[in-house]
């Protein structure tokens, strides 16, 4: 009985959604083409259609290369950031000794790295994923460190009474996991503003004349075509959605199953 | 010598911001082979202080913990301890939690989970082995903590009140169930409670203990044969002792037992 409400509920959600974001498209549709009527100022949902399909080959390429300094910035951030976390949360010197470090570096914004990303790096894919890797290693290394700094006492005395010796075995079987849904949310903040990072860096021609922010405003923005910039901003809406989405399905629902207990969802 | 467990003169000293406090003064035990000794005394008195020292999780001040000859220097599976909060591994199915001592032994796979589901039968929780602690009642879980302590066969069983936070009745069916187990399994068991009617359904003896600073004042045989009837003339003298020895103040001496 209950699951029938349920399903009720849902459909009911689908439909109501579908008529707010319709809504949405025919008011923009109406203002577009009965007041504004200029496209540079407001692009109609209707030419943004077609300026999806007149770019839908060089759209390809620019998510994929966008994607893959995002990986580069993601995969280096998380390494990075889970092991700093780490060893911060385990040893009281070395927290001691980089927590004044971490919490100016972790003040600046990302994108003032830029200038820095390609004078190390020139403009090759690791340099906007440097970038990335600046904006999604502090949320990862606060998370893992908040997780090894918050593991309940009596864990640590049930794995040890049950043969745990101190150190590696520990961290390997009790405060890792117990950490993992704070590394897990970390890494979603992380790659919330490492995708924020990817755009704004490629803006800036961190990585060369490539990726979705490049384009959007070296081409389309300084050719003034802004049916098409439209097209790539609803696109670059549409990936991180999509990353969000894959994680929490991978992540979250798969492997932090036991969490369901304990947390609302 | 027919010793399972010793303690000798033990004493444990905790320091805090407001400077030293004695936690427990002078206890001195012995513990028989296959015996259930209840371990009895008011909230605060220190008797997971106890239960921590001779698991190895603290040191003692001063005196010794002898354990089958060896003295006691630091937490090993071969003193199994039921904690008195939860301690199941929440991120461990029932199963998973069963066989983590298994694992640290570096026992293979068949063998430990065979090891596991023998353990997870007898405390009867056989078909929950896939569930994780949040879907269990606070019964279960305690039960597998019970069995997570034994798969590891330990020569004795720690146990700090484990049935502290379920109802009643539920708690009366798991004290059956644990007497059956140690009954099978021939372990000695170190119990500590503060319920007088738990003490002496379950103990083949009874160590009293005093308020803070903990010290043992007295200790009851009780010579009441299994299965024992929780309404019995027999029980209910040994809980008016029982009760009126912890409404004692503070003046007995201590005693070795
Ligand atoms: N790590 C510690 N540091 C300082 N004081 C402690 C520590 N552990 C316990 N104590 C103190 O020692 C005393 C005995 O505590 P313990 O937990 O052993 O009591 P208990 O008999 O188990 O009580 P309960 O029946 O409520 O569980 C208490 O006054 C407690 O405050
Ligand atoms: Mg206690």
């Known amino acids: 009985m209950k699951e029938k409400k349920g399903l009720h509920f849902l459909k009911r959600r689908g439909i109501i959604e579908t008529i707010g974001i319709s809504t949405v498209v025919i008011i923009w549709q109406l203002v577009a083409s009965f007041i504004v009527k200029k496209t540079y100022l407001l692009p109609s949902p209707y030419e943004v259609f077609f300026a999806f399909y007149t770019v839908r080959e060089v759209i390809l390429v620019d998510i994929y290369i966008s994607l893959l300094h995002f990986g580069i910035g993601l995969g280096v951030g998380t390494a990075v950031g889970i092991t700093l976390g780490a060893l911060m949360g385990g040893f009281k010197l070395v927290d001691r000794a980089m927590d004044p470090i971490m919490e100016i570096l972790r003040a600046i914004p990302p994108i003032a790295w830029i200038p820095f990303a390609i004078i190390w790096l020139k403009l090759t894919h690791y340099s906007a994923g440097f970038v990335v890797f600046v904006g999604a290693i502090f949320p990862i290394l606060i998370n893992t460190y908040t997780g090894f700094k918050s593991v309940d006492k009596i864990y640590i005395d049930a794995a040890k009474v049950l043969g745990c010796k101190k150190g590696m075995s520990l961290i390997k079987s009790v405060v890792l996991p117990y950490s993992l849904p704070y590394i897990a949310a970390g890494t979603r903040i992380g790659m919330g503003i490492g995708w924020m990072c990817v755009v704004a860096a490629e803006m800036f021609g961190a990585s060369g004349r490539v990726g979705l922010g490049w384009r959007l405003w070296n081409r389309f923005y300084a050719l003034h075509m802004m049916d098409k910039l439209v097209a790539y901003m609803i696109i670059i809406g549409l990936i991180a959605l999509l990353l969000d989405r894959i994680f929490r399905y991978l992540v979250e629902e798969r492997t932090l199953k036991w969490r369901k207990g304990m947390v609302a969802v | ?257």
């Open chain 2, 1 to 257: 010598m027919n010793h399972k467990l010793e303690l000798r003169n033990v004493t444990k000293t905790f320091n805090t911001e407001e400077g030293e406090m004695e936690a427990l003064e002078g206890i001195s035990l012995v513990v028989k082979p296959n015996e259930f000794l209840c371990i009895i005394g008011p909230s605060g008195c220190g008797k997971t202080t106890l239960l921590r020292l001779v698991a190895g999780l603290d040191q003692p001040s001063s005196g010794e913990i002898i354990l089958d000859g060896k003295e006691v220097i630091g937490p090993s599976p071969d003193r199994g301890m039921v904690f008195q909060e939860f301690s199941l591994f929440p991120w461990r199915t029932v199963l998973k939690n069963v066989e983590f001592g298994l694992e640290i032994k570096g026992m293979k796979d068949k063998a430990r989970r065979e090891l596991a589901e023998k353990y997870i039968e007898l405390v009867g929780l056989k078909g929950f082995e896939n569930c994780y602690p949040y879907e269990l009642s606070g019964g279960m879980k305690q039960r597998v903590a019970i069995a997570r302590a034994l798969a590891t066969e330990p020569a004795i069983l720690l146990m700090d009140e484990p049935f502290g936070s379920v109802d009643a009745q539920t708690r009366n069916i798991l004290q059956e169930e644990l007497l059956e187990i140690w009954k099978r399994t021939k372990k000695t068991v170190l119990f500590v409670t503060h319920s007088v009617d738990e003490a002496v359904y379950l103990a083949d003896r009874v160590a009293v203990m005093s308020a803070r600073p903990g010290c043992l004042i007295k200790c009851l045989d009780i010579d009441i044969p299994r299965p024992r009837k929780r309404t019995s003339v027999e029980v209910n003298e040994f809980r008016e002792q029982l009760l009126m020895l912890l409404s004692l103040e503070r003046s007995k001496a201590c005693i070795s037992v």
